[in-house]
């Protein structure tokens, strides 16, 4: 019996493509318009991975109505769209490392905790799709990061067990996903520096100097999946 597949886990914002600035300058509008001082930078490099509504719920002292957010993540994905019209480019070194790991026989699943228009706003554009065995966003799952739902969803439809996978993640509750999920992980420090990961088993800056052979022998090195951190899965209110 052949041995079973193993799978790379994409999260999309910050690995597929460098968007943290144009994603915080938009909460930065967003949050001058509604009077708020929370520094949106700060923010995202502690919650980013999270669908906006649930990073929104964080810089209020008092419930917001799920309407009311749903209208500010609308104005915010506004903002963010028309600062990052002309500057989506993929990462560096992406579609040869997306070529080389299907011609090694990796299944490829995206898990993000965007919504379908805003993931087509990203991986068509970028012509990507076609890399994605299965492509799992907020709408596919009940609870998103840093919940493990959309790892774990993703493994599943790709049909890899989650010691066979691996997930590349900029964002420290991504990070956390993943362990819940039971997949390890390799950091992409496009939002992060790299020792504000918990326990990846290495990070890069982009696809430009890692294989899949050099995945393959990462995860024989670590075979382990890390515990999640408590302290890091955090998502209170944000006081920045």
């Known amino acids: ?112 905790g965007s919504g379908s228009d805003t993931i087509s706003y990203i991986i068509d554009h970028l012509d990507l799709r076609r890399y994605f065995d299965v492509v799992v966003g907020k709408d596919d799952v009940q609870r998103g990061k840093p919940h493990q739902d959309t790892f774990a969803e993703t493994a599943r439809q790709l049909g890899v067990p989650p010691e066979r996978c691996v997930v590349f993640e900029d964002a420290i509750l991504g990070e956390q996903s993943a362990y819940k999920a039971g997949i390890r992980v390799i950091g992409v420090s496009t939002n992060l520096r790299p020792e504000q990961f918990q326990a990846p088993l290495t990070v890069i800056r982009d696809f430009t100097k890692i294989t899949p052979e050099q995945v393959l022998a990462l995860l024989a090195q670590h075979p382990e999946t890390p515990r999640p951190s408590k302290e890091l899965s955090k998502r209170k209110y944000m006081k920045l």
């Open 1 to 112: 019996m052949p041995d079973q597949p193993y799978a790379l886990l994409f999260d999309m914002d910050g690995v597929l493509i460098d968007n943290t600035p144009e994603q915080a300058r938009a909460f930065q509008l967003l949050f001058r318009d509604l009077g708020l001082t929370t520094n949106a930078r700060k923010l995202l490099e502690r919650l980013n991975g999270m669908p906006a509504t649930n990073i929104l719920k964080t810089v209020f002292t008092t419930p917001v109505p799920k309407k009311k957010l749903e209208e500010y993540a609308a104005q915010r994905e506004f903002l963010y769209r028309t600062l990052s019209w002309n500057k989506r480019r993929e990462l560096a070194g992406l579609t040869p490392f997306l070529q080389a790991a299907r011609a090694a026989g990796f299944r490829i699943g995206l898990g993000t």
